[in-house]
């Protein structure tokens, strides 16, 4: 189990709505990327959206205009906010850190990240 935990996942049927959460340790929220990323049965994970210290965000496009990736630095919380839910949104999701204190153009690729949650199932019923 990572040092970051996630919750909020759950069972909805198409068209709605969840919302993540992602609470950090501070080493690992005081990272300058923070990401969500999900992988479903059989696939490879992807990266759904990542957020830089500053606030700027970047979205895969499968979710642009229905996902919204924040931060809350009182809580050293990181959310997903997720509507419009498909039945391909289906997946584990998980949220991660890159550990860096380097500004960067963030991105959600793994590899770019070192901090790991154990992981929160959203899955979407037709």
């Known amino acids: 189990q990572g040092p970051l935990v996630e919750s909020g996942g759950g069972s909805v049927r198409a068209g709605g709505s969840l919302r993540l959460s992602c609470v950090a340790p501070?080493?690992?929220?005081?990272?300058?990327?923070m990401g969500w990323f999900r992988q479903a049965p059989g696939k490879e994970r992807e990266g759904v959206a990542a957020?830089?210290?500053?606030?700027?965000?970047l979205y895969t496009d499968s979710v642009k205009g229905r996902f919204t990736i924040s931060k809350d630095n009182a809580k050293n919380t990181l959310y997903l906010q997720m509507n419009s839910l498909r039945p391909e949104d289906t997946a584990t999701y998980y949220c991660?850190?890159?550990?860096?204190?380097?500004?960067?153009?963030?991105?959600?690729?793994?590899?770019?990240?070192?901090?790991w949650g154990q992981g929160t199932q959203v899955t979407v019923s037709s």
């Open positions: 957020i830089g210290s500053g606030g700027s965000t």
């Open positions: 991660a850190a890159d550990g860096l204190d380097i500004a960067t153009t963030c991105r959600p690729v793994d590899k770019e990240y070192v901090y």
């Open positions: 501070g080493y690992a929220y005081n990272s300058y990327c």
